[in-house]
């Protein structure tokens, strides 16, 4: 089962070609001109097992909302034709991820309805290069494209903002891991409707 894409997008904002393989091991490189933004998409292929190359040029004297956003609705896209009738997968995940004073949930639903959801004391510090908003609004773009239910919890006591960020980053991708991973006793598409 070959379950790859390669999406290009190119606005008058941003330029974006990215290659994904669902069946990886988190290789690939990641290049978007945001340096916290490239350690986070590092964490989600790691995370997530997904062979990822993301090349990403955008308006960045403008701040990276756009090259973040964008790219977000680049990768859902790409999940989205990887994953094809969704025949055989999990659909389901669910990770728990601590770092130090953080903790964060991500649950996934691959259910053909895009929806997110946010709770919790997001940071709303920057992160290096990286405004922290932008965590919410990465996560959005993909489950609105990939057709995702997903929502995201974020528990903090005061602390390092880098740490409660990098845990929702990677409690998505352990979910994401888990509810796309293929499962040996499923033989169609694990809804009662035939569809997702």
Known sequence: MNRTAEVNRTTGETEISLRLRLDGT???ERRTGVGFFDHMLDAVARHGRLDLDVEARGDLETGAHHTVEDVGLVLGQALDEALGDRAGI???GHAVVPMDESRASAAIDVSGRPSAVFEGPFPEQAVADLDAGLTEEFLRAVASTAKLTLHVRVETAPGNDHHA???AFKAFA???REAIAL???ETGVPSTKGLL
Do not use: F
Request: charged share 25%.
């Open 165 to 167: 960020i990098e845990a």
């Open 90 to 92: 999990v659909r389901y």
């Open 174 to 176: 352990r979910a994401l």
């Open 183 to 185: 499962d040996p006793t």
């Open 26 to 28: 988190g290789q690939g």
